[in-house]
């Protein structure tokens, strides 16, 4: 009857031998074709030949003439200067102030954060309404046998998810019940029918109806009972064991009545 207790990754060197011999020899030749082309003994030679001496006839500027040359004279005529050219029209400009500055790009816009969705409330009026819709939706009078719901660990034995307390026939929902909808869900219908077996006081029947699957004392045979009979109401999980289809059967027979 006590549920969920949760403690918690060179390149070869080309070597380039350069061949010093051969360039050597090459700078060799070269320097050796220079001085081939002026050798030294042709300076001393031609430092020693006279040059011939040659008679040039006297230019004829040179030459004295009795010829009077008769003075001339040149008259300047004046020459008109050309009237002075009008000015030019004046231009008209016009001056085309400078484009204004691009704005700044505007940093994107960052869009909002999703919503976190809000927490499901483990006590208080809205988790007392929706423990309760829950139990509702059995179809048993739960409110007529005097069944009731608290919001909270049962003070006795903290913390299961839920735990009937048969002698005050109060069914409590503790908050970590709500941290699944499916779970909430079977521990409310779990416990409502550990109130109903009381209700029904056939305790040697559920023994007996519980023992051909194992359960052949009270307390195992009233859990597997009740997992089989939250099947029944349309819960989706389990804790004690998994409800085989006929024992889910012989639940809903005894829920409608029927004790053969």
Not at 26 to 37: D, Q, R, S
Not at 53 to 59: N, W
Not at 196 to 210: A, E, K, M, T, V
Request: glycine share 10%; with cysteine; charged share 15%.
């Amino acid at each position: 009857m006590n549920l969920g207790n949760e403690i918690s990754v060179s390149a070869p060197r080309r070597v380039w031998t350069r061949h010093a011999s051969a360039m050597g020899f090459a700078v060799a030749v070269g320097v050796l074709g220079l001085v081939g082309v002026h050798p030294t003994e042709g300076r001393a030679d031609a430092a020693s030949v006279e040059p011939p001496i040659v008679d040039l006839p006297v230019p004829p500027t040179a030459l004295r003439t009795s010829v009077t040359v008769e003075p001339t004279t040149t008259t300047t005529v004046p020459v008109e200067a050309p009237p002075p050219a009008a000015p030019p029209p004046p231009v008209e400009t016009t001056t085309t102030p400078p484009a204004p500055p691009a704005p700044p790009p505007a940093a994107p816009v960052k869009p909002d954060p999703p919503a976190k969705p809000r927490a499901a409330a483990t006590s208080g009026p809205e988790a007392q309404a929706q423990v309760e819709a829950i139990a509702d939706s059995t179809g048993w009078n739960w409110r007529a046998a005097g069944v009731r719901f608290s919001m909270g660990f049962y003070p006795g034995d903290c913390c299961h998810w839920g735990v009937y307390e048969s002698a005050r026939s109060i069914i409590w929902v503790g908050p970590t019940a709500f941290g699944d909808g499916n779970r909430l869900r079977y521990v409310v219908l779990h416990e409502l029918a550990h109130a109903w077996q009381y209700r029904q006081n056939r305790f040697g029947q559920f023994i007996s109806d519980y023992a051909a699957w194992g359960f052949n004392t009270i307390g195992p045979a009233l859990e597997a009972g009740a997992d089989c009979l939250a099947g029944v109401w349309g819960a989706t999980g389990s804790h004690y064991w998994r409800c085989t289809a006929d024992a889910r059967a012989l639940a809903g027979r005894r829920l409608a009545g029927d004790w053969r």
